[in-house]
């Protein structure tokens, strides 16, 4: 496979379809840590908060 890069050294400007790929793969790793980041930071916090509190309230209830 022939590395688009070295065209653009050769090249002042950057050709439309290479720059949409690169965007268009930017795009694809950023919701990639957002879908990561959801799972598997956010849910199991909000799991863990969600547990305390019920544990907290049925506490609350047995007094």
């Known amino acids: 496979?022939?590395?688009p890069f070295k065209k653009?050294?050769?090249?002042?400007?950057?050709?439309?379809?290479?720059?949409?790929?690169?965007m268009n793969d930017i795009s694809f790793i950023k919701l990639?840590?957002?879908v990561a980041d959801l799972f598997a930071v956010k849910y199991p916090t909000v799991a863990g908060e969600l547990f305390t509190m019920t544990e907290k309230k049925s506490k609350k209830n047995k007094k």
Do not use: C
């Open 8 to 22: 653009i050294l050769n090249q002042e400007a950057l050709p439309e379809t290479l720059k949409d790929k690169i």
């Open 32 to 34: 990639s840590i957002d």
């Open 1 to 3: 496979m022939e590395n």
